[in-house]
RNA sequence: GUGGGUAUAGCUCAGCUGGUUAGAGCGCCAGAUUGUGGCUCUGGAGGCCGUCGGUUCAAAUCCGACUAUCCACCCCA
């Protein structure tokens, strides 16, 4: 027995951790919606689940980062050194986990090919804002093996294919090719130059690069066209973009990716100015947009990663994939006033009047239940007008009342809630027209 | 990490320039109908007015700090 006082002045109320949220039963109803459309189209396609640990070793979000993992990244990570002195981090992102399970599975070597979706709970230590909290869920699909276009082609299909059947008309979805490993070196040096040359030549009154731009040109140069200053984004207009300055190969490979797009009838607008923040990403990168919901407006973001797979040590692989923030797609959802389908009212409302009626009343609903028939009992005695107050609310067509008088006749009401009309039915009625309806 | 908004009943909010027992709508409970719902009417429960401090005869109200939350910037694997 603790001394210590639940609650009173000075006692502070317990509360979720900032960025964690509770999603309550209706909503989580949005939830279960997308999730189970999102496996029903992904087994469609022939990807199969898989669950990876909410917590890797820390290095394996070190190296999947890359040079990119710059001080902001690592900082973002829940990391924390356990009882046996290692450090691990709860996975910021899916891919990283599973892509360390196939290598370490052996899998990859096995089959020239692998389809896989994860459905989970990722950590980022970020501030929260609308559409952006610290405990959130993705649904991803990561594509292994194909270095082909259509692989690109399938995955973004996939992606409008499944927005489409949740409901959504005015997506947008944003298409990109930033090059392979090779050609954007080649890029980023081009763009320094290229950004070097504007400053040295610019005039005064003219627009000028931010501060953040300025050290992004040496840091990362291909992030100025995120930027959304005014100045920076007229300057970025007059840059070489990076879809017009990638290797043949890479050109060829967006093509051919564009015409298959087409080909399936997928709209999708040409975005030079969509950059990632991490350098793993190969040739094609995609996002999709939804408007009304905020600041953080992507519920859709992918791309290629053919060098991942190998540098976390296994062998070279081609991969495509794409994630969904599950939260913000829900905003979305409620912003474009599209809804899961109801639940059907549960048909069956019993009441027990008496104390003595209640142990019948039980044993009918278990009765009901055994027979998957789904029933309404509170589990305790009320009064006709609360019980029946209670039976309209819940949306129940039939309420079965009994009392002491009809335990003692060895009947039942059945009151029709929608005609107001009552018969009295004997148990064994009562049980047929349960199991029948 | 930076900036701004907000904090009053379970929910949505009102409370004017400080001034008696802090209000409304919805929801909840009950009664009108002693064993019959929805509609209506009546009543009731439910508030450290976010926390701490300051100004004042007097603070939900003004000031400060803190905390939480929201929005935007930043970032976005």
Known sequence: MSEVPREGPGIEPLQAI????????????????????????????????I???????????????GDSSDIVVSKQMYTFVDPGERSNTMRPEGTAGVVRALIESGLLKETSQQKLYYIGPMF?????????????????IEFFGVD???????????????????GFKGVTTRLNNIGCRECRKAYNEVLRSAIA??????DEGEPAWCD?????????????????????????SKLPKVSDSVCETCARHAERLAGLLDAAGVAYELAPDLVRGLDYYTRTVFEIEQGGIGAQNAVVGGGRYDNLVEDLGGPPTPAVGMSIGLERLVLALQAAELAPPPPPDVEFYILALDEVAVG????????????????????QARSARAGLRAASKSGARVALIIGADEIERGVCQWKNLETSEQVELTFDEIERNLTET
Not at 32 to 38: D, I, K, L, M, P
Not at 155 to 162: A, G, K, P, R, S
């Open 18 to 49: 900032r960025g964690m949220k509770d999603i309550f039963p209706p909503e989580v109803r949005y939830y279960q919606w997308v999730e189970q459309t999102a496996r029903q189209l992904f087994e469609l396609y022939g990807y199969r689940e």
């Open 360 to 379: 019948k009343a039980f044993e009918l609903a278990e009765f009901a239940r055994m027979h998957e028939v789904p029933v309404i009992f509170d589990c």
């Open 148 to 166: 082909h276009p259509a692989a690109d082609a399938e995955v973004i299909t996939l992606c409008t294919h499944l927005l489409h059947k949740l």
């Open 197 to 202: 040359e504007l400053v040295a030549n610019q």
């Open 51 to 65: 669950r990876t640990p909410v917590l890797e070793p820390t290095e394996l979000f070190v190296r999947s980062v």
């Open 212 to 236: 953040l731009c300025q050290q992004r040109a040496h840091v990362n140069p291909m992030r100025v066209f995120d930027c959304k200053v005014e100045d920076c984004r007229v300057l970025a």
């Open 124 to 140: 980022r230590y970020e501030k929260p804002q609308k559409g952006r909290l610290r405990q959130f869920t993705q649904i991803g």
